[in-house]
């Protein structure tokens, strides 16, 4: 992987800060925290870790961080500081009281690791109380407006793609049609990725309406080709069930078929060598900009170069599947 990281801020303008992970966990968010802590520690900063993200930080869950606290966690999943979804910090009451208890701690910035709803939480917190934040983008759906990459994607990605491998196995022993889903509500990018990796006959992505007769036709013509199976990759969308209701329309057209869902499983694991540079490369990022007094903003990657993001810019904002990627996935389909 070919990163370049940008010339940071020369002087030191905090001495201390802490760092969190939030939202849903993704691989390499342990590689993101190690760089977090060591490049702050390296460069004469007081470290803390907050355990159970905001929640944790409500509750005063802290933890001084040194070298040896982040020793051999560069290849584990999950996330050593664990992480929550913490509806209280919705409100103005409780943002402002979390700033007091950082302030309290001697703490003087925080580093978000996490998605779309943890860089709200950290953009809210500064923008009321002055508290400095970054956010350095962690998340397996890689739907982050503002960076060509997020932390845990390409794990995802490499998952669901070894169980594709496997499954075609069994479809083409079996003569089936397999609907493999995997995670995405709002966003297709592990679905397209995957999809045109493993060699999907169709993909089904929340950005773009693929009807019925369409995957059909698809099908027909495979097996006018000779083909006995087929795959068809999911991403899971926002209405549960998708995958059983497609199976189930394509056994009232005569198509035998068999759903298999990922899940959960795309979460987990060792993250791939990929994920480990792009941590620890926006890890150290966001701890040399938070010292050097940037804040309000995410560290991101743009063609190969590691960039400082304001949060506006980043916030809310829809990131669109490349078009050009979808015709790619359709023309190596037939």
């Known amino acids: 992987m070919n990163l370049r990281l940008p010339a940071f801020p020369k002087k030191k303008k905090l001495s201390s800060f802490a760092v969190l992970t939030s939202g849903g966990d993704a691989p390499g968010m342990n590689a993101a925290v190690r760089a977090v802590v060591r490049y702050g520690i390296a460069n004469g900063c007081e470290v803390h870790g907050i355990i159970k993200g905001y929640s944790g930080l409500i509750e005063g869950l802290f933890q001084r961080m040194d070298a040896s606290s982040v020793a051999n966690i560069l290849q584990r999943g999950g996330t050593i500081l664990k992480t929550d979804r913490c509806e209280e910090f919705y409100k103005k009451s409780v943002r402002r009281e979390a700033a007091e208890i950082l302030r309290r701690r001697g703490i003087q910035g925080l580093v978000v690791i996490g998605g779309d ?41 490499n998952t669901a793609i070894d169980a594709i491998d496997r499954i075609r196995d069994t479809a083409s022993s079996h ?61 899971e969308g926002e209405k549960a069930g998708l995958s059983a ?8 057209r005569g198509y035998k078929s068999r759903v298999c869902i990922l899940g959960h499983t795309q979460r987990g694991g060792s993250p791939t060598a990929h994920d480990r540079m792009l941590a620890s490369a926006l890890g150290a990022s966001a701890a040399a900009f938070l010292m ?29 599947i490349p078009p050009e990627l979808l015709t790619l996935a359709q023309v190596l389909a037939t």
């Open 292 to 320: 050097g007094g940037k804040s309000n903003a995410m560290v991101g990657v743009q063609r190969g170069v590691v960039t400082l993001v304001p949060f506006k810019s980043v916030i809310g904002v829809k990131k669109g």
């Open 245 to 252: 209701q497609l199976a189930g329309d394509l056994e009232k």
């Open 117 to 157: 709803g943890s860089f709200t939480g950290a953009s809210l917190l500064e923008a009321e109380t002055g508290f400095p934040t970054i956010g350095v983008p962690g998340t397996i759906d890689n739907d982050i407006a503002g960076t060509d990459d997020t932390i845990g994607f390409d794990t995802a990605v």
């Open 175 to 235: 003569d089936r049609i397999f609907l493999v889903e995997v995670m995405g509500r709002s966003s297709g990018f592990i679905a397209l990725e995957v999809g045109i990796g493993g060699g999907a006959e169709t993909i089904i992505v929340p950005e773009r309406k693929e009807s019925l007769a369409s995957i059909c036709s698809t099908i027909d013509r495979g097996i006018r080709r000779g083909k006995t199976s087929s795959i068809i990759v999911v991403a």
